[in-house]
Every structure is written in C-alpha cells, then in structure tokens.
C-alpha cells in the first residue's frame, strides 16, 4: 500500500529566522523531504529572512549545508538543486526598518502567503506588527508560531491580544509539533474511525492512563531560558496537555478545525486543580562525570523541576474517577514518548486467579517515539499441548510491514507546514485552548512557590524522584518501566 501524495498550490513561505536552529534542523529539511516526495511544487517559494548580511545565494549554501547535516538521507534524493532555485533571502531586523520594503517583491500577488516566526516569542509581536505596517499581509496571509506561547495566564492572553490585532484567528497556526506525529493523529483515527474502542472508553472500563515523555538529555545549552520555565510549563502546559485532550475528548461532530478544537476546549476546562500530594517534582542530582541542574543551569539556589510527575483527574461523566498520570524529565532513563491506556481487567476470570497463567488486563500503547506505533496487548492461550495457560501478546496495530517503506511517515513539522499552506487548522491550537491549559497550570505553579516546594533529587539514568513511583504505588498501580 502506498500512501498518496497530493501536492499543495504553489506558496509564498518567509522564514523570519530562517537561519537559526529550529529552521536549519526540522523546517528547512522538512520542506525539501516535502519536495522530494513531490508534494511541494515547484512554484514554491522560501524566503529566508534575518539579520545575518547575506544574500539569496548565500542562503542556498547554509540550507544545503543544513540538509546535509541534518537529513543526510534525504540529501541523496536528488532534487536538491531543484530546492535550493526556490530559495531566496533577505536581510531583516524586526526590531528595525531595514529590509522590510525589501521583502515585498518577493511576495506574489494570488498565493498562499505564509510568515513563519522561527524566533525568540519576545518577537512574535513585533513580527505581527511590523508585517502589517509594511503592508505585506492580505487575506491569504498565515503566520506561525510555536511554544513557548506565553509564560503563564497573562502573558499569554498579552500575546494572543497582540497577535489578534493584526491577524484573524483563521490566519494564526500555533504549532505543537506532538499533534503533528503520525501515531497522535493515528489515536484519532483508532478511536473514532471504529466502533471497537469507544464504548470501552470510559472510566467504567479504564482503570486509568499514564502519559510519559522520558528524556535522556539535559538542559543542554538552554540553562538560561529552561530555569525561568520548568518541566511544567516547557512540557506538561502543552505537549502532554494536548496529548491528554486527544485521549480524553468527546467524539467531535466532524474531523474540523473548529469541532476538533472546541472539545480539546472542554477537557482542558473540565480539568481539575492538581492538590499538592498529586504533585512529584524533581532535578536531577550530579555523576562522577556530569553535572547536577543547578550547575547546568548556573543557579545554585535554583528550585525549578527537570521532572515532574501529576495525578490528575477529569471532572466529566466520561472520565469521573479514571486518574491520568502524566510525567516528564531530563536526564532519565531512555528517551521515549507513550501514552499507555490501562483498561480495568475483566470482570470474572473463569481461567483462575493464578498471576503467571491468569488474563491480565488489556492495555492500548500509543508510541510517539521511539518507534512510533500502536499496540493493544491481548490475553491468549500460550501454544501448546500444556493445558490452557493464558499470555499477553502485543497486537501490533501499526501496520508498519503492510504500509511499506514507501509510505514512511513524514515528520511532524513537514506535516504541519503542509497544513498551514492547504489552510488546514485542525492540528494547531487555538488561542482559547492556550490560555485554559494556563488557567489550569497556573495555580498549580503558584501553589508550590508559595509552599516553597523544593524539588527532590533524582539520578540520572533514573525513572525519576522514588516519590514519583509512589504516586502510583499509593493507588496500587505502577508506572510502565521507561524503556527505549
Ligand atoms: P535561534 O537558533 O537562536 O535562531 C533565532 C533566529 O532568529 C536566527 O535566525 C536569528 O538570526 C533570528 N533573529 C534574531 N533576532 C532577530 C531580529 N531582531 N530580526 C530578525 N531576525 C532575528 O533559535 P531557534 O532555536 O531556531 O528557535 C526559534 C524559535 O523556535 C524560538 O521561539 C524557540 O523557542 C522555538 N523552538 C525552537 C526549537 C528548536 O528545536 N530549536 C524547538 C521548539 C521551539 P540573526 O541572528 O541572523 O538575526
């Protein structure tokens, strides 16, 4: 089965930024594995835009050197020349005039207009701004951004009245690149494309949920800017809150911007204060040979979590009493991405209530990364003359073989800039959903500052704080072990 490629009308995409990490990494790569497949055409174009002094030509050689250090096997496709003609630069300040009556030529009359802000959100504003001063925004025109969107309630509200005043709702796409995955839209598709899952989809048959995003690596070079923000608002705010509103929403009346958007809305508002004791935060403590956090990020006195786990509770007829665990941290054991749906074991085991032989409860993996799929473990009888002994098997429900190597999944960002040029908003946030999620994590935040909550240590290589798996153990339940 090969997956189809419809390509998209021709464009008009500015990168503000566009020689920064996040262009160089995913964007620009995305945009030529697009290209290569066919779905980018040809009329396409990319203007570059930033203060650097280069030109057009310039800036063909830092996007060839990009892809070729970051998607070495998509530099062999073969069409890189091709990509790089679609190319152009031009030297911008936003906090300045230079460069922005520079830009209108490159803009065409008719096309799909696409501003994308891969820079600090202390620009998002000005960006927004300065566009509409130089007149470089019609009806056609789309601006993208991506976390962090706001630091908290306020700011995020500033931030949406800033972008509002210039741009319609219909023309911000907010980027989580989580929606963007293959296996998260693959969730929808499972649970509201058959009738198996639905009617089981409650608390009356789910025991309960966790989501876990393990990282191996540290703060890295961010120390600075992850101090000011934390495990809690770099992640937990919007990446595992998007995932939780995937899981937990109502059956949208229709697979639309709109529908999808207003009951990822609900849950977020029928979310419930998280009291204290269901709250785990941690830092991770130093090796022989690494650093602690605190040294990381230059604060000795520093009491912000790399880790953080919370029981949290849905205030629904669909959800009452079903916990969902979510946790998140730097440095532990694996990098990995799941949410692991645990459904309540059945009611009355006619094999015995032996544990080795017994059924156990079936339990839906959703894989974001490593290794993106889904698994639903079922009870069988083991093979053989040995009498009727049960095991739990993976039902691999990824299809992986069937699909073909041709049918490889795109990334999240190639996805998700495709859909902001087909005008698709289905998988990007909307401003209301932004500041619930901070309604929700804001009194979270500003209850354990005024506790002075300091973060327990945890090793590095760890599964996090013990306290964390004693979250669990308090409700006779047990985290998945975090593996690769
Ligand atoms: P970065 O490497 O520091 O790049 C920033 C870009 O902005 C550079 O191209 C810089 O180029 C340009 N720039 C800075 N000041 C400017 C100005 N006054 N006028 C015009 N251009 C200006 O940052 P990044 O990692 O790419 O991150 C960009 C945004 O994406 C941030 O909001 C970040 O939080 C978000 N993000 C990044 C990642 C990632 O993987 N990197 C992931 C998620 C979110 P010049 O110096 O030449 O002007």
Excluded at 316 to 332: D, H, I, S, V
């Amino acid at each position: 089965m090969v997956s189809r490629v419809i390509p998209v009308d021709p464009f008009d995409l500015v990168i503000f930024g566009g020689t920064g990490d996040l262009a160089r990494r995913k964007i620009l790569p995305g945009l030529y594995r697009r290209f290569c497949s066919g779905q980018m055409p040809e009329g396409a174009r990319i203007i570059g835009a930033a203060r650097t002094e280069t030109d057009s030509e310039g800036y063909r050689k830092i996007v060839s050197d990009a892809i070729h250090e970051f998607d070495p096997k998509s530099a062999q496709c073969g069409k890189l020349d091709a990509f790089l003609s679609l190319l152009e630069y031009e030297t911008v300040d936003a906090m300045g005039e230079a460069g922005w009556n520079e830009l209108r030529p490159h803009l065409r009359d008719g096309h799909v207009r696409a501003f994308y802000f891969s820079v600090g959100p202390s620009l998002f504003g000005i960006l927004a701004e300065r566009l509409s001063h130089f007149g470089l925004v019609d009806d056609e025109s789309r601006i993208v951004i991506e976390k962090p969107l706001g630091h908290d309630l306020a700011t995020a509200k500033e931030l949406n009245a800033t972008l509002g005043a210039y741009f319609d709702e219909s023309q911000i796409y907010r980027i989580d690149h989580y929606l963007g995955k293959e296996t998260v839209q693959n969730l929808m598709a499972v649970r509201f494309g058959n009738i198996l899952f639905e009617p089981l989809w409650n608390a009356q048959h789910i025991d309960h949920i966790q989501i876990t995003v393990a990282e191996t690596v540290g703060v890295g070079g961010r120390g600075g800017y992850y101090d000011k923000s934390g495990a809690m608002r770099d992640m937990v705010q919007n990446h595992l809150m998007q995932l939780l509103c995937l899981i937990a929403m109502e059956p949208p009346s229709q697979f639309e911007p709109n529908s999808v958007r207003d009951e990822k809305l609900k849950v977020i508002r029928a979310l419930q204060p998280v009291p204290p004791h269901h709250i785990v935060r941690g830092q991770y403590d130093a090796t022989d040979s690494e650093p602690s956090y605190r040294e990381d990020v230059e604060n000795a006195r520093s009491f912000t979590e790399s880790f953080i786990a919370l029981r949290c509770e849905i205030a629904n007829w669909r959800w009452a009493g079903t916990p969902f665990y979510m946790r998140t941290g730097k440095k532990l054991k694996a990098r990995t991405s799941e949410i692991a749906v645990r459904f309540k074991p059945a009611p009355h085991s006619i094999f015995g209530e032996d544990k080795e032989t017994g059924s156990q409860p079936n339990e839906l993996i959703i894989r974001l990364q490593p290794n993106e799929g889904i698994t639903l473990s079922v009870t069988i009888k083991e093979p053989g003359p040995g009498g009727m002994r049960l095991v739990n098997v993976p039902l691999d429900m990824t299809f992986a073989e069937a699909l073909g190597e041709e049918a490889e999944a795109p990334d999240a960002y190639e996805r998700l800039i495709m859909d902001v040029i087909r005008g698709n908003q289905t998988l990007f946030m909307r401003g209301d959903e932004v500041e619930a999620a901070w309604a929700w994590t804001d009194p979270i935040i500003e209850g354990w500052q005024a506790r002075h909550d300091v973060p327990k240590l945890y090793d590095v290589g760890s599964a996090g704080p013990d306290d964390a798996l004693m979250l669990l153990h308090r409700d006779n339940r047990k985290w998945r072990d975090i593996k690769a």
